[in-house]
């Protein structure tokens, strides 16, 4: 088998059927939480909900999610300390804001601490969509990217 074929076969070997995102939503009102949870699920992601920010940790302390949707206005520690306390628990956890009303200068402030993205409530289901989407695509080349690098390795070690 030539080194071409080989690598084609390794590469979709590896990647044929990965994971879907895992998306958290921190909302207090649950009912918008369950909403969201159920748009999510829609777009073809897994979705769980969490009615406080301590559960919403504990699903980023255990790898449960990889993308958090957080209410700027989380009763108890509040949005920024949410997004704060995720990124220290996972640096590579994706939190993005959704804040009612929306104000650029809150949006500025919270791309700067870390966050993705910041959006405007009720949500825009399309954008959601096309970010999650996005997210997804990310994670996805960042893991083929891994796996390749170790692949390499192996073989440069074989070698």
Known sequence: MSQTALTETLISDSFSSPAP???????????????????????????????????????????????????????????????EQALRHDPGVCVIMMAEPYSIESAVDTIKRGACDYLAKPIDRLRLRKTLEDLSEQFKQRRRIRDLEDKLLTDFVFH
């Open 21 to 83: 995102l895992a998306v958290c939503i921190l909302d207090n009102n649950h009912h918008a939480s369950e909403t969201l949870r159920q748009a999510v699920e829609q777009f073809g992601f897994h979705a769980m909900a969490a009615s406080n920010a301590h559960e919403a940790l504990e699903h980023v302390r255990q790898g449960r999610c990889r993308v958090v949707l957080a209410d700027m206005k989380v009763s108890g520690i509040g949005g920024l300390g949410f997004l």
